[in-house]
């Protein structure tokens, strides 16, 4: 269905994008926001489409599956990974719009490595964010990423090979039991990636999983009343992290600019964007969390406090 979609893109082109272009005159878009949208759609059906075709080559290079799991295998996984999202990022910027405003203060909490990044989830758009950074800096990441996404071919052929992990979204156990597998082939380039917050951020659901908490939770109901921009943090995930690679600095990261848009509908028609997105980030030394499990929760509700002061600010 990619290699057709990708086929029926290319050369459909110039049908497709004429009609785009009358689409926005007629609506008086002048920055032509359906142009800019379906190019960059057009050119992630071409990503897929080169990861489809070359994710045979590196299975035949890893003895025929035998050895996906080894490093070599992996980094030639995470090279064909880096430059699909590389090149996304570059149309992104120069179709969309999107372009990062990264605080100087966060740059320098970003690293060394390895560390374990906790993210901020708003938009469709923001869940490239961490690893477009830490990216840029010559680091590898790890992702927790939900299994939905694999039937994209790209997360399936390519992705999955790159040391993170699928996580199901309604079976607790054996997601934890995936993250705990982690910790191997973790080094000073590494970065591993998790959204505590577990699904994007609606106002909607803010105000459901607080009454939830005041349920089930008092204490920390109380604690996270206040939260008005993120959702309230789930700590599972971040602990089994924590766990798993205990000598891992934590940077929480931080962004503004995407609330806005509540779909990516929404963020299209908004194309390109006339602000660049703010982000911030600061560490935590592993010495400085609790190894205690409920101060580990308080402390990772402080964190998920302070995001959405940030965002308040901003």
């Given at each position: 269905m990619m290699l057709a979609a990708t086929a029926v893109g290319v050369v459909g082109?110039?049908?497709i994008i004429t009609a785009a272009f009358a689409s926005d005159a007629v609506k008086g878009r002048r920055r032509f926001p359906?142009?800019?949208v379906?190019?960059?759609a057009i050119q992630y059906t071409i990503n897929d489409?080169?990861?489809?075709l070359l994710a045979p080559v590196l299975w035949l290079r890893a003895g025929f599956g035998a050895?996906?799991?080894q490093p070599s295998s992996i980094r030639r996984h995470?090279?064909?990974q880096a430059w699909s999202i590389g090149v996304l990022a570059r149309r992104a910027e120069r179709l969309l719009g999107v372009r990062l405003d990264l605080e100087q203060c966060a740059a320098n909490a970003l690293t060394p490595g390895p560390v374990i990044v906790l993210s901020r989830h708003v938009n469709i758009v923001d869940a490239s964010l961490p690893t477009l950074i830490y990216q840029r800096l010559g680091y590898r990441t790890r992702g927790v990423i939900m299994a939905e996404l694999l039937a994209d071919p790209g997360f399936d052929l390519i992705y999955r090979h790159t040391g993170s992990v699928f996580i199901p979204r309604g079976d607790a156990p054996e997601a934890l039991a995936l993250m705990r597998q982690l910790h191997d082939g973790i080094d000073a380039s590494t970065a591993v990636?998790?959204?505590p917050e577990g699904r994007l951020f609606r106002p909607e659901l803010l105000t459901r999983f607080l009454a939830r908490l005041d349920a089930t939770n008092p204490e920390r109901g109380r604690r996270l009343a206040g939260l008005r921009h993120v959702l309230p943090p789930r700590p599972g995930g971040v602990l089994a992290l924590l766990d798993t690679i205990p000598h891992a600095d934590v940077v929480t990261i931080a962004h503004s600019g995407l609330d806005r848009y509540e779909s990516f509908s929404a963020f299209a028609r908004a194309a390109p964007l006339a602000d660049p997105i703010?982000?911030?980030a600061w560490r935590t030394r592993a010495a400085d969390i609790p190894t205690d499990p409920s101060d580990r929760i308080v402390w990772l509700d402080e964190q998920w406090l302070r995001v959405d002061q940030w965002v308040h600010d901003q």
């Open positions: 082109s110039p049908i359906t142009v800019r379906a190019l960059f489409s080169i990861e489809i050895r996906l799991g995470e090279r064909l990636v998790i959204f703010k982000v911030t």
